[in-house]
T-cell receptor
Framework: AQKVTQAQTEISVVEKEDVTLDCVYE???????LFWYKQPPSGELVFLIR??????QNEISGRYSWNFQKSTSSFNFTITASQVVDSAVYFCALLYSSASKIIFGSGTRLSIRP | DGGITQSPKYLFRKEGQNVTLSCEQN?????MYWYRQDPGQGLRLIYY???????QKGDIAEGYSVSREKKESFPLTVTSAQKNPTAFYLC??????????????FGPGTRLTVL
């Protein structure tokens, strides 16, 4: 089976706390790509990051960081020192090499309280 | 500016009427997709197209139809057969060429309300 699981339906933290969004994927392919998207209240999905299966280096972009671990089939997303503007729904997604469409997880709704 | 446009942003229709949602992209992407999102829910794939004049059903195609006569355009028609059409509709596109970034880019969406 090829699927993406985001077990956390909703997370609520106070501003300035660190928060990690979990993503677990399943695929039989050895070549695949993982993505994270942000959906703010306006509705449009914004692309955040792409990772391919051959690159397990963690990535940091400002307050955002991503931890890709093939051993646990996880691609977790951490926001450091969260801000109210980070409030959104976040989707993890998978594209395996033989696929014609991206598989999305069910999303995690993140609320940052002032 | 390169991107995906969807129009209109808000659309109201009476029950029983067909309605067509527009999606245009100038990213030169081969593949285009339509998703439906209900409040508080994830994305569900309606239809997708890998190439002009060809398209495939997604997970919830019943009550919808599409066409792909031009690479840039992938309109979605919500027919009267769709039992509960009120939702947020998102269009997306991506490149399928090897060696090119392959993430999907999304349009701003259309909120359809059927009265």
């Amino acid at each position: 089976a090829q699927k993406v699981t985001q077990a956390q339906t909703e997370i609520s933290v106070v501003e300035k706390e660190d928060v990690t969004l979990d993503c677990v994927y399943e695929t039989r392919d050895t070549t695949y790509y993982l993505f994270w998207y942000k959906q703010p209240p306006s509705g449009e999905l914004v692309f955040l990051i792409r990772r391919n299966s051959f690159d397990e280096q963690n990535e940091i972009s400002g307050r955002y960081s991503w931890n890709f671990q093939k051993s646990t089939s996880s691609f977790n997303f951490t926001i450091t020192a969260s801000q109210v503007v980070d409030s959104a729904v976040y989707f993890c997604a998978l594209l395996y090499s033989s696929a014609s469409k991206i598989i999305f997880g069910s999303g995690t709704r993140l609320s940052i309280r002032p | 500016d390169g991107g995906i446009t969807q129009s209109p942003k808000y659309l109201f229709r009476k029950e029983g009427q067909n309605v067509t949602l527009s999606c245009e992209q100038n990213l030169n992407h081969d593949a285009m997709y339509w998703y439906r999102q209900d409040p508080g829910q994830g994305l569900r794939l309606i239809y997708y197209s890998q190439i002009v004049n060809d398209f495939q059903k997604g997970d919830i195609a019943e009550g919808y139809s599409v066409s792909r006569e031009k690479k840039e355009s992938f309109p979605l028609t919500v027919t009267s057969a769709q039992k509960n059409p009120t939702a947020f509709y998102l269009c997306a596109s991506r490149s399928t060429q090897s060696g090119v970034y392959n993430e999907q880019f999304f349009g701003p969406g259309t909120r359809l309300t059927v009265l």
